[in-house]
Nanobody, 111 residues
Framework: VQLQASGGGLVQAGGSLRLSCTSSGSFASVDYMDWFRQAPGKQREYVGTILRTGMTNYADSVKGRFTISRDNAQRTVYLQMNNLKPEDTAIYYC??????WGQGTKVTVSS
């Protein structure tokens, strides 16, 4: 099973983007899916999680601005990012509970 992340791009501060993470196989039985990000020169950091139940958890830095959802029929997890800030600039990665990582998608937020 592979994960394909997409949806990154360049956006102005205050704007929105929606990232997608699509599995090559079914993930209806996957316990959870995570999003991480890595800014230039910094360590990878946790963004959020969606459980198979649909429950979500977020890092304090994105809480209230980012929303994770999943569509089992499309085998896709989404990261809706609103009110983006320059400090959100990073490469965003998805990861399954089987410790499979997507290749990353770059998000750049200009001030």
């Amino acid at each position: 099973v592979q994960l394909q992340a997409s949806g990154g791009g360049l956006v102005q501060a205050g704007g929105s983007l929606r990232l997608s993470c699509t599995s090559s196989g079914s993930f209806a039985s996957v316990d959870y899916m995570d999003w991480f990000r890595q800014a230039p020169g910094k360590q990878r950091e946790y963004v959020g999680t969606i459980l198979r139940t649909g429950m979500t958890n977020y890092a304090d830095s994105v809480k209230g601005r980012f929303t994770i959802s999943r569509d089992n029929a499309q085998r896709t997890v989404y990261l809706q990012m609103n009110n983006l800030k320059p400090e959100d600039t990073a490469i965003y990665y998805c990861r399954s509970s089987a410790n499979t990582w997507g290749q990353g998608t770059k998000v750049t937020v200009s001030s």
